[in-house]
């Protein structure tokens, strides 16, 4: 597995792992229950990994919703 992103923007992890499904990778989210034990403060980010053989894919969607991000 390796890492496509670290990020504490929840709206981006929730859209990020909708294209990703949508284009058939299955996304591992990590940490996303980190913030019941950092009290909710946002301040640990939330990982998202994809297999090996998904990430170049993965890596262009992300691509893609970053470019959006920046319109």
């Known amino acids: 597995m390796k890492e496509l992103i670290r990020t504490n923007d929840p709206v981006l992890v929730s859209y990020l792992v909708h294209r990703l499904e949508e284009a058939g990778i299955e996304p591992f989210q990590m ?12 301040i640990l980010p939330k990982r998202i990994m994809v297999v090996d ?3 170049d894919d993965a890596r262009k969607i992300l691509d893609e919703v970053k470019r959006g991000e920046e319109r």
């Open 31 to 42: 940490d996303m229950h980190m913030s019941l034990m950092e009290g909710s403060l946002g």
């Open 53 to 55: 053989d998904d990430y």
